[in-house]
């Protein structure tokens, strides 16, 4: 089945640092990828996605490559800030011929960015 | 537009109560989705609807859970008997039908339930 491995966390970091979270999917076929991000008291928001191998998907200053030959999708920023303090989830969805699939989480990363 | 709402933000009831939580997906949204996370653990599917049709229920733990999409509007997911393991926070998302694959899901804020 599929599955997505996560970094574990929690991540502190101090402001203007570089940010890798790592991420890592098994899946059958070509996977859309996607980083959702939740903000302390907030929702879900998706941050960024990828549908195919080699597309960098970019938001906010953080970016992601879908690379196919490792199996994975790192999120990275150049230099942090406070307000980027949240939980990061990587996410996978197989594309099909069904359309809309379900999403399969990782567990989630705690990032804290201290001044 | 208005996004994904669901209500209550936060329930707290005891072992063996009934508890109903609701999502109301972005218009015009055929496909509605629920997850939950539970103990910190990773977001898990638990069901999908288009319109208002069970696509894939694959993710619903037992016959304690049932979920609705009447008129292929808002949905409804009722926990009869809670039981302490289903303490978590439960997550609505909806996307549009695209013929060609998978499109965006957009969640709600969740529902944090709590049974003590």
């Known amino acids: 089945g599929n599955s997505v491995t996560q970094m574990e966390g929690p991540v502190t970091l101090s402001e203007e640092a570089f940010l890798t979270i790592n991420c890592t999917y098994t899946?059958?076929?070509?996977?859309?990828l996607f980083w959702y991000v939740q903000y302390p008291g907030e929702g879900l928001q998706l941050l960024l996605k990828?549908?195919?191998?080699?597309d960098k998907g970019s938001n906010k200053g953080f970016e992601a490559t879908y690379r196919k030959e490792t199996t994975s999708f790192h999120l990275e920023k150049g230099s942090v800030q406070v307000s980027d303090s949240a939980v990061y989830f990587c996410?996978?969805?197989?594309?099909?011929?069904?359309?809309?699939?379900?999403?399969?989480f990782g567990t989630g990363t705690r990032l804290t960015i201290i001044p | 537009e208005a996004g994904v709402t669901q209500f209550p933000s936060h329930s707290v009831i005891e072992k063996g109560q009934t508890v109903t939580l609701r999502c109301d997906p972005i218009?015009?949204?055929?496909?509605l989705y629920w997850y939950r996370r539970v103990m910190g653990k990773e977001i898990k599917f638990l069901l999908h609807?288009?319109?208002?049709?069970?696509?894939?229920e694959s993710g619903m733990p037992n016959n304690r859970f049932l979920a609705e999409r009447t008129g292929g509007t808002y949905s409804t997911l009722k926990v009869q008997p809670a039981e302490l393991e289903d303490s978590g926070v439960y997550f609505c998302?909806?996307?549009?039908?695209?013929?060609?694959?998978?499109?965006?899901?957009?969640f709600g804020p969740g529902t944090r339930l709590t049974v003590l």
């Open positions: 998302a909806s996307s549009q039908e695209w013929p060609w694959g998978t499109d965006t899901q957009y």
């Open positions: 899946a059958t076929g070509y996977p859309s």
């Open positions: 990828a549908t195919k191998a080699d």
């Open positions: 996410a996978l969805s197989p594309i099909s011929n069904f359309g809309n699939e379900k999403l399969t």
């Open positions: 218009s015009g949204h055929d496909n």
């Open positions: 609807f288009v319109k208002e049709s069970k696509q894939d």
